[in-house]
């Protein structure tokens, strides 16, 4: 299967205008999360009791009566904690509402009006947005009286509903629907680049995003960890459309991780496999370290073309030749290797041309004669491998795949075909065709 065929839940190939753009907003804890993965059939946005789980905003397609449409998940805005994670956070949210066509204000039915609620309320009425106002949390319809306490904030009738169990979700659609404009800015089409940013925690996955974007997309902080879902942005440069996937950090032990944590790497694992190209992340203040290796082992069993990138370049205390040669002996798909610094913007714009080339190669397709040829130079370069007076013979061969590229070698008996002389084909094969960084699968076939 190809890789174009791995979708996220919650993804969509339409390409298309879509019908606007809804972005939850809320105190936190209210149910923002629960309410998105109800409203789109998916399980996208990670959920979990802990306050605070979602932070950036993340986008995800969903569709009602035949309109398709993009729910924008927000983290909680609590403005009366002064920390800087909590400030950014807020920031992430208005930065949602004003992006938004339509507003749905959610609020936890059970605790009545908070504080906290007043103060959102207070910044969608500035906003001048369509607000819904939508009090959660009533999973029972007998309940519904406790969301006329919500009158006082001044935003509307309030609409009772349970994000857990779905009731009322299907009166919250048709009036987002009825508010939407028609049409906006499409979403990423199926000839996009998609590109999954991976790595340790703390690398500087999301300073990099950022500076690809030219502007604040996602939180960036030194607390590792910030990250805690895929966030999926469009980019277009010239006719080129990009769609950059921020991921959580993978760490050691992932059997171990309990938690926020276990569903935040499971969003990672999943970018991975819906990625064309990966972007593995080295800190290059500390240099190639064994887990920069396990992370770049989840792209090559993702069967995603691979970029080395060393970031913090500005404050490294290598030489990037130096490094080079161990991460191309160290790393299977013997990637290219970039420094850049996402701070100064050192080697950032030449990204997204390794990222074109790449995806060129992952694309691209070897003739038949070129790749008879190739077999032909090999069996001259290398005596092959025997067993019992039978000696390994390569018969022909041709490419049967692309995206990523998949060879087909038909040999006189498969038997004789050992691991390291497999290993071998493989690596002449991406040098002679210029692979480096590409996944390349052969197929031994005996006759």
Sequence with gaps: MRKRDKRDEGQSELGGPLAGRVAIVGFPNVGKS????RLTGSRSAVVHETSGVTRDRKELLCDWNGQNFLL?????????????LTRAIAEQARAAISEADVVVFLVDATLGVTAGDEEVAEILRTARKPVLLAANKIDDPSQDIRALDFHRLGLGDPLPISALHGLGSGDLLDRMVELLPGETAPIAGAEAIRVAILGRPNVGKSSLLNALLGQERVIVSDLPGTTRDSIDTRLIRGEQEFLLIDTA?????????QGIEYYSELRALEAAERADVALVLIDSEEGLVEQDLNVADVARKAQCATLVVLAKWDISRFVADEMRPEIQRRVRQRPTVRAVSAKT????????????????????????GELNRFLGDLTEARQAPARDRRRLKMLYGAQVQVRPPRFRIHVNDSTL??????????????ERFKLEGVPVTIDFIGR
Excluded: C, M, Q
């Excluded at 950090?249 to 991780?257: E, F």
């Excluded at 050192?346 to 060129?360: M, Q, T, Y």
């Design 249 to 257: 950090g993978l760490r050691r032990k992932r059997k171990h991780r």
């Design 417 to 430: 075909v050992t691991r390291d002389y497999g290993y071998w084909v493989e690596n002449e094969l991406r």
């Design 345 to 368: 913007g050192r080697g950032v714009g030449r990204l997204l041309d390794d990222i074109e080339e790449l995806f060129a190669r992952y694309n691209g397709r070897v003739t038949t």
């Design 34 to 37: 629960t309410l998105v993965n």
């Design 72 to 84: 924008i998940d927000t983290g909680g805005v609590d403005l009366g904690d002064s920390s800087p």
